[in-house]
């Protein structure tokens, strides 16, 4: 069956995958696997089917913002696709994960508005308990396979889905979410957790810290430094590790 939106066909579509917003990132991180090929690019939906650690995977850009991300993981999980895990970056709220860092979302603050239409607003945007456990422990693995190049800190909390990037009238209340306890902004792990868990299909999401969301901690925002390529690397790896780990846990 043919995703009209992602050109993908149900029957060349394992049950893993591994999303992220830019299709240059997806075919950066398609590069990690073996016997790769690229099934479809329409619009920013990139798709890439291939080998990691012998696990049939795939690599799915889903583009900015929680509404075009959403008919990407709708249409994905129609496809067959069972398991997701979003690898992004995100604005920090602590400076305790500065730029550089990694942060595993355990749940997201749905200050979108696309979760809005599709469940109440005390329905809350919780990742599954086995990816994240998965995550972490392949975030916290791969700190010493990285040593030499992972310089940040690997987080485990809360983040925050927003639609916003830049401020308006209206003011963005970061301030009011990091006294929350929240870690870090970015906009679209809330779709990625309330799709999966209407669809049946679990989900989880690790970001690399990229600048600080809280405009009293921000610097001029530059994701294109060292230690950010070097963190969005050690997301990657832990990412596809962990994807692995869960396919071999389902298959014993």
Do not use: W
Not at 158 to 181: C, M, N, S, W
């Amino acid at each position: 069956m043919l995703m009209p939106i992602l050109q993908i066909h149900s029957e060349d579509m394992p049950a893993y995958a591994i999303v992220c917003g830019d299709p240059a990132r997806a075919e950066k991180i398609s590069r990690k696997l073996e016997q790769v090929k690229e099934l479809a690019f329409s619009r920013e939906y990139r798709t890439f089917v291939g080998l990691y650690e012998g696990v049939q995977m795939a690599v799915v850009s889903h583009g900015v913002g929680s509404p075009g991300a959403a008919v990407c993981f709708e249409e994905l999980i129609r496809a067959g696709v069972t398991t997701l895990i979003r690898v992004g970056t995100a604005g920090s709220y602590t400076a305790d994960y500065p730029a550089g860092s990694v942060i595993v979302s355990t749940a997201a603050v749905r200050s979108d508005g696309l979760t809005r239409q599709l469940v109440p607003d005390g329905f809350p945007a919780v990742a599954d308990i086995g990816v994240t456990q998965a995550l972490v422990e392949a975030a916290r693995e791969q700190e010493s396979a990285d040593a030499a190049t992972f310089a940040g800190k690997v987080g485990v909390g809360i983040t925050v889905t927003l639609d916003a990037f830049f401020a308006g009238v209206e003011e963005i209340p970061h301030r009011k979410y990091k006294q929350a306890g929240a870690l870090g902004a970015e906009m679209e792990i809330a779709a990625l957790y309330i799709v999966s868990t209407l669809r049946g299909a679990r989900a989880g999401a690790i970001v690399a810290i990229d600048g600080f969301a809280d405009s009293d901690l921000a610097a001029e925002y530059d994701p294109h430094t060292d230690a950010v390529g070097q963190a969005v690397e050690h997301e990657i790896n832990a990412a596809l590790r962990a994807l692995a780990v869960l396919a071999r846990q389902d298959q014993a």
